[in-house]
């Protein structure tokens, strides 16, 4: 397998569950073997809490952070976001990764196996929601994210960056989403969802109770 460069861009802010000590303990790790950067802030997020704009203004600012905090965004040919939530398999984010396409992402499934990343997947300009199922084959979208998504690094090199309002709308909406309008309004528009499952754990009893269910069945 051919090797690349990597560099590991780690943002987080107002975590109070351990994730700091957790992500500096990783980070130091990471060091050892490529370029990592980690920083940890406390903003004082907890007033943002449903208020979507200013949580889409927020998650937008974390990631042009891990943007801005990289050596330089000039060196990378591909930009890759992973969520920190998400559960996949490391040969599966290497096709992703690998993949041809100015935007590339999997598509996101819950615990339940239903659809997950509805708001950041659109099928066309009129969508605002994904509500076409799960894909069985790769997909032309008008945007996406879906737990791993890459971006060409070109757009990124040219100034594209994560903002909540929506350019062609004019609207709050959803950062992700707000991204791949940009990329297109800079001719980036080879954006594709392919067939490969991004998971989330269970976050709900309901959820749990689910997905114990499905590890027991598959056990017998």
Request: hydrophobic share 35%; proline share 3%.
């Amino acid at each position: 397998m051919k090797e690349h460069e990597v560099e590991i861009s780690v943002y987080e802010n107002d975590s109070t569950d351990g994730t700091k000590k957790l992500l500096k303990q990783y980070t130091d790790r990471l060091a050892k073997r490529c370029t990592t950067t980690f920083t940890s802030t406390d903003l004082g997020t907890e007033h943002l809490v449903g208020q979507e704009g200013a949580r889409v203004k927020n998650i937008a600012n974390a990631r042009n952070a891990c943007l801005e905090q990289a050596s330089s965004i000039e060196a990378f040919d591909k930009v890759v976001f992973i969520e920190t939530d998400v559960l996949y398999k490391p040969d599966d984010a290497l096709k992703i990764i690998h993949h041809e396409g100015d935007i590339v992402s999997g598509y996101t499934t819950n615990a339940m196996g239903q659809f997950y990343d509805a708001w950041a997947t659109r099928k066309t300009s009129e969508e605002t929601w994904w509500n076409h199922g799960v894909p069985s084959e790769k997909v032309e979208v008008w945007s996406t994210f879906n737990g791993i998504c890459v971006y060409v690094g070109k757009a990124f090199h040219e100034g594209a960056r994560f903002a909540g309002i929506n350019p062609r709308t004019n609207e709050i909406d959803c950062d992700t989403t707000v991204i791949c309008e940009i990329f297109r309004s800079m001719n980036y528009e080879d954006i594709i969802m392919l067939p490969i499952n991004i998971r989330h754990p269970p976050n709900s009893m309901k959820e749990r109770l689910y997905y114990l269910k499905q590890r027991l069945l598959r056990r017998g």
